[in-house]
Nanobody
Framework: QVQLVESGGGLVQPGGSLRLSCAAS????????LGWYRQAPGKQRELVAV???????IYADSVKGRFTISRDNATNMMYLQMNSLTSDDTAVYLC?????????WGQGTLVTVSE
């Protein structure tokens, strides 16, 4: 059974930092392209960052220079370090794993940026 479990969300003040984690099980982790997506209230789900199985990364323009995606194939973990957070970053953040044939999603973790 495939599971992607996010953690690390919470309430943070503007300008603060959070580190999200995604724990994967049931997949051959190193062969998957991994990504973080987010969905804010009333908005469509959007890509935040992607990391390939070779470590190459892609970021949404809105998070470039502030967020860093990383993966640890030895422990089946993916991370998103988020710095200089603003209210625009408030959303449910979801972990994604995909290859050419299948795609899996986590349940999400809520990040709220507020005073």
């Amino acid at each position: 059974q495939v599971q992607l479990v996010e953690s690390g969300g919470g309430l943070v003040q503007p300008g603060g930092s959070l580190r999200l984690s995604c724990a994967a099980s049931g997949i051959l982790f190193r062969l998957y392209i991994l990504g973080w997506y987010r969905q804010a209230p009333g908005k469509q789900r959007e890509l935040v960052a992607v990391i390939g199985n070779g470590g190459d990364t892609i970021y949404a323009d809105s998070v470039k220079g502030r967020f860093t995606i990383s993966r640890d194939n030895a422990t089946n973990m993916m991370y998103l370090q988020m710095n200089s957070l603003t209210s625009d970053d408030t959303a449910v953040y979801l972990c994604n794993a995909k290859n050419l044939r299948v795609e899996f999603w986590g349940q999400g973790t809520l990040v709220t940026v507020s005073e």
